[in-house]
């Protein structure tokens, strides 16, 4: 099977990303933003009416934009969604972000199922997943109407193609109801929940090729032979596109929030249950850990010292050139938004430490980065990354001196990947042999030997004050 003409549809929680790859290579791409709503009770949530008006709008555009045939649709999208689906219509997708569940999950996680749950699923236990958001459901606020159908954004698009809900394997053990073990839904933790198996979407491998309903061909312009790839979720298609751009099997994803990720032949889990382990395909797993501190710490900063989100880059330069290595011993702790990996702490805050009348904006804002950066340290030697070089990827990673920043804090040589979109993971599950024969597409960044030492011991300062915490929420 090899991939031909493809648009890639990433639909993430900030934007739909479409991309048309004709070679392997991109020649259009088209971005739609989306509206997330947020409630002051922690709620956060998009409406499905909205997302797939969206959807059908940016594919109409990026369509238009070629005159190829479609050979494929393939769809990645992001993990831990939530839509009851009515007998009538929808209800609201929450999002992973949605802090609902937050109190109902951090009682469930003091029993001994807790550890099971995680056991069967790969799941950490957290608001973000379906698992959590049912179980607040369960407990605090169940719907006046009966629920058809318990799905999230991958059977959204699965069902606007096909007209059928249809959840691949990989997104499915993001979920918390999947056991990844047997590779099904769990009845265990389904009638712990009290959810019905038919009320859940029918499961497949990521490489299921489906056909397209004729009514959406029409409607879009498709050919009759256009087939639909169901794909896997957006993470675990990162770190595959990482892998085939630069043949490492870890990865460092740093845009809007962050994650640290490997690629294993087998299921690896944590004895503690800090870490994921989702599927990917067959014999490919992708473990790791996420954080909810990446570039939205950096736009917060921003705006503190600058007033707009995106003028701390126009003035990066001069605030590294100020302030040391250490930000004169001014020290971040990043948790503005609270914290997954390691330590799922959903109410966990952020600190300055060390703050003398002697330190001034540029401590503050080199402080930051550095906390960012050695935040994503601490949850490599979490997931004990011994790798000498790793894959980086994502937005912050953009500027040449946030990469090389990356590089010297974390101690590896970097290759900064060059196509990091989920999109060209999706071609690696539609074409097998790119992994034998993709052309490598990355930059080098090598760590600076001396800066490297110098942060030796500000990590070392760093672990021991975020070590305090993990004893406190583990």
Known sequence: MTSGTTVTIDVGTTAIKLFLYQAKQVIHQQEIQLTTYSETNGKSYQKPDEL????????????????????????????????????????????????????????????????????????????????????????????????????????????????????????????????????DW?????????????????????????????????????????????????????????????????????????????????????????????????????????????????????????????????????????????????QFLPYINGERAPLWAPHITGTFQGITTTHGRSDFIRAVIEGMLLNLKFIMETNQISDEEISINGGVFRHTKLAQLAADILGKDCLLSIQNEPGFGLLGLLDNSLEQHATPSFQLIKKDEERTKLYQPIYKTFAEKVDTYRDFYL
């Open 186 to 330: 769990d009845d265990e933790i389904l009638d712990f929940l009290k959810i019905k198996r038919e009320q859940l979407p029918q499961l497949v491998d990521t490489n299921t090729i489906l056909d397209i309903k004729d009514y959406r061909k029409n409607d879009l312009g498709l050919r009759n032979e256009t087939k639909l790839l169901i794909g896997a979720s957006d993470g675990c298609l990162a770190a595959f596109a990482g892998y085939l751009n630069t043949g490492l099997q870890t990865s460092i994803t740093l845009g809007t929030s962050g994650a640290v990720r490997k690629l294993s032949s087998t299921r690896q889990l944590d004895s503690k249950g800090t870490t994921f382990c989702y599927y990917l395909k067959k014999d490919l797993w992708v473990c790791g850990g996420p954080s909810n501190n990446g570039g939205t710490v950096l736009e917060w900063v921003s705006r503190l010292f600058f007033d707009t989100p995106s003028a701390l880059f126009e003035h990066l330069d001069t605030v590294l050139d100020t302030a040391p290595i250490g930000s004169n011993g001014l």
């Open 52 to 183: 797939l008006n969206s959807l059908r709008t940016g594919l109409q555009a990026l369509l238009q934009q070629t005159a190829s045939p479609i050979d494929y649709i393939a769809v990645s999208t992001a993990m831990h969604s939530l839509l009851p689906v009515f007998e009538h219509g929808y209800g609201e997708i929450l999002i992973w972000s949605d802090k609902q569940a937050a109190d109902s999950v951090a009682a469930f996680k003091k029993t001994s199922f807790s550890q099971q749950v995680y056991e069967k699923t790969g799941t950490p236990i957290h608001y973000m997943s379906p698992f959590s958001k049912l179980l607040w459901i369960k407990e605090e606020v169940p719907f006046s109407l009966p629920v058809k159908k318990w799905i999230g954004l991958k059977e959204l698009i699965t069902d606007f193609f096909t007209g059928e809900y249809l959840l691949d394997y990989s997104t499915a053990s993001a979920t918390g109801l999947f056991n990844s073990i047997i590779m």
